[in-house]
């Protein structure tokens, strides 16, 4: 079974640009998770998709961070602009069903640095 | 506000020897805990968890403690192998509405010396 894949591994852009990410699930999971993880820190859940509904935006800076999930599979997401505290690792993970738990499947990042 | 804490930032232990790492949470409603190990370079991977019922769930060389009375948690790892060096990250669930998610924190590194 193949697991989550991102895309791209790693991002290098300057303050003010904008960045996308791209994540495709294992199949077949209904839910989908963008987590940010900053240098020292854990992750931090920016949105929580169902199929291809939002249940949990409540961490997702809106006024720059967007994302969607297009027929409920792949899932991009969005800054713009960016800003320096924007450095971090996108994971991005899926699962069968909501709720957290065990059955999270991590992706291996998208490692964003904003000079 | 940080719910879920690993006051460790690292632990160095000799091959062989039992690794404890330590978690600390301040929400009485979490209601699963989990440990993920995470190696460089890749994403976290479910290690073990325990359900909030509970006070111990073994599996393998690892073991989970929850001690509810004092919200903190336990990993440990007998005997530790060189290959157990990684992040270590505590989680715990909470729900908002319906929904559940994972508050994570700020994760143990763990060298196994050989």
């Known amino acids: 079974e193949a697991g989550v894949a991102q895309s791209p591994r790693y991002k290098i852009i300057e303050k003010r640009q904008s960045v996308a990410f791209w994540c495709n699930p294992i199949s077949g999971h209904a839910t989908l998770y963008w987590y940010q993880q900053i240098l020292g820190q854990g992750p931090k859940l920016l949105i929580q998709f169902q199929n291809n509904g939002v249940v949990d935006d409540s961490q997702l800076p809106k006024d720059r961070f967007s994302a969607e999930r297009l027929k409920g599979v792949d899932s991009t997401l969005k800054i713009q602009p960016a800003k320096l505290e924007d450095s971090a690792v996108y994971l991005c993970?899926?699962?069968?069903?909501?709720?957290?738990?065990?059955?999270?499947?991590f992706g291996p990042g998208t490692r964003l640095t904003v000079l | 506000d940080q719910q879920v804490k690993q006051n460790s930032p690292s632990l160095s232990v000799q091959e062989g020897r039992i690794s404890i790492l330590n978690c600390d949470y301040t929400?009485?409603?979490?209601?699963?805990f989990l440990w993920y190990k995470k190696y460089p370079a890749e994403g976290p991977t479910f290690l073990i968890s325990?359900?909030?019922?509970?006070d111990k769930n073994e599996d393998g060389r690892f073991t989970v403690f929850l001690n509810k009375s004092a919200k903190h948690l336990s990993l440990h790892i007998v005997p530790s192998q060189p290959g157990d060096s990684a992040v270590y990250f505590c989680?715990?669930?909470?729900?908002?509405?319906?929904?559940?998610?994972?508050?994570f924190g700020q994760g143990t590194t763990l060298q196994v010396k050989p």
């Open positions: 989680a715990a669930r909470g729900f908002s509405g319906n929904t559940g998610k994972l508050i």
């Open positions: 929400n009485s409603m979490f209601d699963y």
């Open positions: 325990i359900s909030s019922i509970k």
């Open positions: 993970a899926s699962s069968p069903r909501g709720g957290g738990g065990n059955e999270q499947f």
